[in-house]
Every structure is written in structure tokens, then in C-alpha cells.
């Protein structure tokens, strides 16, 4: 599965940014999907996931209320609506693709990695 996210650029805080990933290659619906993000001099972390069918997400805490994630598998992407954003949000977002199984918010439980895109929130 190769993975391929856009959407990202500067906004200002409060502001608002969509992103997406593109899947190519195997069976969307065979695949959890999840978004990571990776500030500078951090760990990469866990920001949501959503199952195969798409009615279930999950979410860290950080982002509970602000973030949506959401899967169009006709379109074969994942989607991150990114709502009140500031400037911790502030990332590489990358997006992941694991088997199926129950949602995640361990990177080791995917398998596919999308190189990313940068998320600048300014103040």
C-alpha cells in the first residue's frame, strides 16, 4: 500500500486545515487507518485511527473535540479535519495503514507509512 498525504500549510491559530491521504494498491477496507504527527525534537505520536468500515475512530486527548477523523473508501482516503488548531499542533502529519484488527494507537501495529506533510499553526 503506498500512501500519499496533502492538505498541509500554515494557518493561523484558531484556524482550520483538511488532510488527506491518498491510498494506492491493496483493498482500502482491509486496512485500519490512523494519523501520527511528529513535532521537532519529538517522538513521533498517535493522533486518531478509524476501523475499515469507518464507524469507529479513536482519538488522543489532545486533540478529543477538535479533530474528526473520517474515510471515504469509494475514494480510497482518510481524512483529518483539523479544527482549533495552535501552535502544539504544529507537525509533520503523517498518515499510517495497518491490518485489520482492533484500531490502534500503537505506531508498531501499522505497517504503511505515508511520507507526510507539514502542519505550521502560527501565533
Known amino acids: 500500500v503506498q500512501l500519499q498525504a496533502s492538505g498541509g500549510g500554515l494557518v493561523q491559530a484558531g484556524g482550520y486545515l483538511r488532510l488527506s491521504c491518498a491510498a494506492l494498491g491493496r483493498t482500502f477496507t482491509l486496512y485500519n487507518m490512523a494519523w501520527f504527527r511528529q513535532a521537532p525534537g519529538k517522538e513521533r505520536e498517535f493522533v486518531a485511527a478509524i476501523n475499515g468500515s469507518g464507524v469507529k475512530g479513536i482519538y488522543a486527548d489532545s486533540v478529543k473535540g477538535r479533530f474528526t477523523i473520517s474515510r471515504d473508501n469509494a475514494k480510497n482516503t482518510v481524512y483529518l479535519q483539523m479544527n482549533s488548531l495552535n501552535s502544539e499542533d504544529t507537525a509533520v502529519y503523517h498518515c499510517?495503514?495497518?491490518?485489520?484488527?482492533?484500531?490502534?494507537?500503537?505506531?508498531?501495529?501499522?505497517?504503511?507509512w505515508g511520507l507526510g506533510t507539514l502542519v505550521t499553526v502560527s501565533s
Open positions: 499510517a495503514a495497518g491490518a485489520m484488527g482492533e484500531i490502534s494507537r500503537s505506531r508498531d501495529d501499522y505497517d504503511y
